[in-house]
Nanobody, 119 residues
Framework: QVQLVESGGGLVQAGGSLRLSCAASRSIFSAAVMGWYRQAPKKQRDLVAIITTDGTPNYADSVKGRFTISRDNAKNTVYLQMNSLEAEDTAVYFC?????????????WGQGTQVTVAS
């Protein structure tokens, strides 16, 4: 059974920082592209950042230069360091694991963690 457990959300003032963590099942982590998505009220879920199995990151334009995604393969954990937070970053943040096979993939999601940035 695949499990993704997020932690680290909370309330922070604009300009502040938070670090999100996502602990994944060992069975999925090493073979999966790991990512963070977010969903604000009444909006769709959007990609924030992903990191490949070899550690290559990719970011949404809105967070480039402010957020950093990383993964610790020994701990089966992916992190999202968020700096210079803005009110627009307020959302529920979801951890994602995407495992590819030939021609298709499987997505796994965490339960989400709330990030609220007070302006």
């Amino acid at each position: 059974q695949v499990q993704l457990v997020e932690s680290g959300g909370g309330l922070v003032q604009a300009g502040g920082s938070l670090r999100l963590s996502c602990a994944a099942s060992r069975s999925i982590f090493s073979a999966a592209v790991m990512g963070w998505y977010r969903q604000a009220p009444k909006k769709q879920r959007d990609l924030v950042a992903i990191i490949t199995t070899d550690g290559t990151p990719n970011y949404a334009d809105s967070v480039k230069g402010r957020f950093t995604i990383s993964r610790d393969n020994a701990k089966n954990t992916v992190y999202l360091q968020m700096n210079s937070l803005e009110a627009e970053d307020t959302a529920v943040y979801f951890c994602n694991a995407r495992r590819w096979s030939v021609g298709s993939y499987d997505d796994y999601w965490g339960q989400g963690t709330q990030v609220t940035v007070a302006s």
